[in-house]
């Protein structure tokens, strides 16, 4: 029987996380669905994890790729092999919640092309943060995006990048109209392949759907992208998300103002201090240039407010925070002498 809902999870050195993810789906006892391993060539055990699963489950299949492909070219390989009407595009380390699979193959009849669903952020060892917000709005929200009058809308609403599907786990999308885009050269390696993918389908129609109960919870403390370093992640959403705009819907679009304007939700003042603290404390692996940059992009739609972040950014007294920190740490060494000194 033709599955109705195709779990995707690419995965690359994630075993550790990997069967947590894989048992929150699994334990669900829906039999219409089938989940899909693609594998990036890890180096961990992820293969050894992977025959137990297959073995014990009979919709489970893992595929291993020889060499690491990227997250953009892996998610494409992964959905590539999905045999059902809907594919959940899910993150090795994250945990779906029960009830979930029920939850969202009853929201097919509405025949949305894309779904987005709320979500939690937790720690590394999945303690329970805060929810995260995706619009601006606790009610169900539809839009198609070939629609001008929809798609501002739903832009205008947006509070994060996930409302432009950045984040994968919240991500259920119907094959056949993933199969209708390609993966762009432009964006391949970007880690945003899949929003352009969409962002290119919706010129000719993208119906999608915000589902507003919470289907997972999301692994923090654990971002991927984050490998080279906090301005490196930072570049990689900044830019990546300004670039998207731009060759989509043009520089001085509404669209790119919203999305543009979500950007700053999530990369605050306070991020960009304390990366500039970063640059500081590693300036080998934390580029205070690129950060001197990116902040300039972030902000760089005229208002009081943007100016204003901007002034604070580059007046703050990022020496003070070495000069406290050596103080700190002399006065922690003399109170220890001291108290050595009372004992004796």
Known sequence: MKPILSVCIPVYNCAEYLEQALDS??????????????DGGSTDNTSR??????????????YRADKKGGIDADMASCVSKANADYCWLFSGDDVMRQGSIALAIS???????????????CNINMDLLHEHSVLNTDESFEADFMI?????????????TEAFFSFMSGLIIKKRTWDLGTLMPKFDGSCWAHVARLFEISKTGLKVKYIPNILLDQRGDNDSFADRGVVNRYRIGIEGYH???????????????????????????????????QTVRNPSRESK????????????????????????????????FLIARCLYRTYKKLNLKFKKCIIH
């Not at 994890?49 to 893992?62: A, C, F, G, I």
């Not at 025949?111 to 709320?118: F, G, L, P, R, S």
């Not at 520089?251 to 003042?269: P, Y």
């Not at 300039?296 to 407010?305: G, H, L, Q, T, V």
């Open 148 to 160: 001008a009058s929809q798609r501002l809308n739903w832009f205008a609403s947006a509070s994060t």
């Open 49 to 62: 994890l992977m025959e137990k699963y297959t073995n014990t489950w009979p919709n489970v299949t893992y």
């Open 107 to 121: 929201e097919f009849k509405s025949n949305h092309d894309v779904y987005i669903c709320k979500h939690t952020i």
């Open 243 to 277: 670039t998207l705009a731009a060759h989509f819907y043009g520089d001085k679009s509404e669209e790119a103002f919203h999305i543009r304007r979500v950007i700053r939700n999530e990369f605050k003042l306070q991020s960009f201090l304390s990366a500039k603290i």
């Open 289 to 320: 240039i690129l950060l001197d940059r990116l902040i300039n992009i972030a902000y760089e739609d005229r208002s009081f407010k943007n100016m204003l972040v901007c002034f604070l950014y580059k007046t703050f007294p990022y020496n003070l």
């Open 25 to 38: 789906i699994l334990q669900q006892s829906i039999d219409s669905i089938e989940v899909i391993v693609y």
